[in-house]
């Protein structure tokens, strides 16, 4: 198209699309009833996945990070593409990895280990497992925990360029990391990402704490606070007990966590410029997210410099993608994006 601007329809459209290409080879279709729901394959890679822990070296602050692939890894062989997963504000990596008993799979590590990535995440600093310092984690600190980190999947892997996925204020990050390092890039992934924060319900709410996140640079992170994460834009697209599943994981790590994100995100947006993010990009959103409108994300795209993008909506999910009842539909759009073929130059 020799007009790079796509209205609105045309974007929704193309979201389909990418939802139903390649449908046949990399998912199987499951009726119940009267609803049809996308999961992977159970064979997509047949093995044992193993994982391992790692730990990555910002100054003098210790990053925690965690693998999980099929099969140990072996000298010699052909590297994997590598995916690194990239958390949000008010929660770590522990929600890349989630068990929900008698719920079926909820570990994005696990879905994405069988579709036969080499699977990466890490607790950015002060969260989780991850160093503890008087900073507040903001965006940028986040930025250049990816750069620690980016030096260990290096050594293990032998790859110099890796995809890098991000949710919320995880998609920020991973933004602010491929402006500072394009040549680590493969293809990135933005969900549940906000831009300039226009007409956001959402951050419109969370700014009326703005002045606590200028003057603490912690904030109270409880049960009551990570079950509402589910429910604040549309109760019903994450199936019951998930909430609770990942505050016991979340809170055995604390119930406090920074206020950096929360703070750009209310006074410092926008903090990732499209035009200096070169990588292929999908952004993803789900149907009732409130972190950011239609219009907010329309903008964000048309700017980014590559044609090899995709603005893709998940029907029926709020602000969690990772999470959500439709997380099959995420993976399904993720790994399509991910595993489609290098465009020929023109």
């Known amino acids: 198209m020799d007009d790079r601007n796509v ?11 990418a939802l139903g290409a390649g449908l046949a080879s990399n998912v199987l279709t499951v009726t119940a009833g009267a609803q049809t729901t996308v999961a992977p394959k159970s064979d997509a890679i047949n093995g044992e996945i193993w994982s391992g822990e790692y730990w990555a070296k910002k100054g003098e602050v210790p990053l925690w990070m965690f693998r999980k692939r099929v099969g ?13 997963l990239v958390h949000g504000s008010s929660i770590d990596s522990r929600a890349f990895d989630l068990t929900v008993p008698g719920h079926g799979e909820y570990s994005m590590m696990n879905a994405f280990a069988r579709y036969g990535y080499d699977v990466w995440t890490m607790d950015h600093e002060n969260y989780g497992k991850s ?48 402006m500072a390092q394009p040549e680590r890039i493969d293809r990135l992934v933005l969900a549940a990402l906000t831009y300039k924060g226009t007409g956001s319900p959402t951050l419109t709410k969370r700014a009326e704490q703005l002045e606590y996140y200028r003057t603490h640079n912690m904030r109270k992170r409880d049960r009551e606070m ?14 019951p007990g998930v909430g609770d599943a990942l ?9 406090q966590v920074p206020t950096g994100t929360y703070l750009d995100m209310t006074a410092n947006l926008p ?11 999908q952004i993803l959103r789900g149907e009732y997210d409130g972190i950011a409108t239609v219009a907010d994300l329309e903008d964000f795209y048309n700017q980014l410099p590559s044609g090899d993008r995709q ?31 290098t465009p020929v130059a023109i």
């Open 131 to 178: 160093g503890r310092t008087e900073g507040n984690s903001d965006i940028a600190s986040g930025a250049e925990d990816l750069r620690a980190g980016a030096t260990v999947v290096e050594r293990e892997t032998g790859r110099q360029k890796f995809h890098v996925f991000g949710e919320s204020s995880g998609a920020l990050r991973a933004g602010a990391f491929a």
């Open 226 to 239: 990570i079950l509402s994460i589910f429910t604040r834009d549309k109760p019903g697209t994450t199936e």
């Open 247 to 255: 505050a016991d994981v979340e809170l055995k790590y604390g119930d």
């Open 7 to 17: 209205p609105r329809r045309g974007i929704i459209a193309g979201a389909g699309l």
């Open 72 to 84: 140990l890894p072996k000298t010699g062989e052909a590297p994997r593409p590598v995916l690194f």
């Open 271 to 281: 903090v990732v410029d499209p035009k200096k993010v070169l990588s292929p990009v």
């Open 311 to 341: 603005f893709v909506i998940i029907p029926g999910a709020a602000h969690s993608l990772v999470l959500a009842k439709n997380r099959q539909l995420f993976w399904h759009a993720v790994h399509s994006f991910l595993t489609m073929p």
